[in-house]
């Protein structure tokens, strides 16, 4: 089994930037692909960013492409959302999932397991 845990979520204001972090246990974690999503109150799941189990294969929803950084350290067991240019749009409980789709997948009943999720507050 894999556990995540995201942090790094708060306030900020439009045009600032969070940088979100999400920690693995097990030994496991270079196995799986790992993706962002995000929900707002009364919306579904939202795909953000994904990544392969190598970090060397990413790919974004449009709406945050340009913005947003996906990127993996296995040696640390983290996945990171490395988020500019914040929009009020932007602003949702932001969630790390896992996955053993290669290559991640931005549909969120492919994913196994999930964090409790990191909520990002965008002021405008």
């Known amino acids: 089994q894999v556990q995540l845990v995201e942090s790094g979520g708060g306030l900020v204001q439009a045009g600032g930037s969070l940088r979100l972090y999400c920690v693995a246990s097990g030994r496991t974690f270079s196995r799986y692909a790992m993706g962002w999503f995000r929900q707002a109150p009364g919306k579904e799941r939202e795909f953000v960013a994904a990544i392969n189990w190598g970090g060397g294969s990413t790919f974004y929803a449009d709406s945050v492409k340009g913005r947003f950084t996906i990127s993996r350290d296995n040696a640390k067991n983290t996945v990171y959302l490395q988020m500019n240019s914040l929009k009020p749009e932007d602003q949702a409980v932001y969630y790390c999932?896992?996955?053993?789709?290669?290559?991640?997948?931005?549909?969120?009943?492919?994913?196994?397991?999930w964090g409790q999720g990191t909520q990002v507050t965008v002021s405008s």
């Open positions: 999932g896992a996955t053993t789709v290669k290559g991640g997948s931005s549909w969120y009943k492919d994913y196994d397991y």
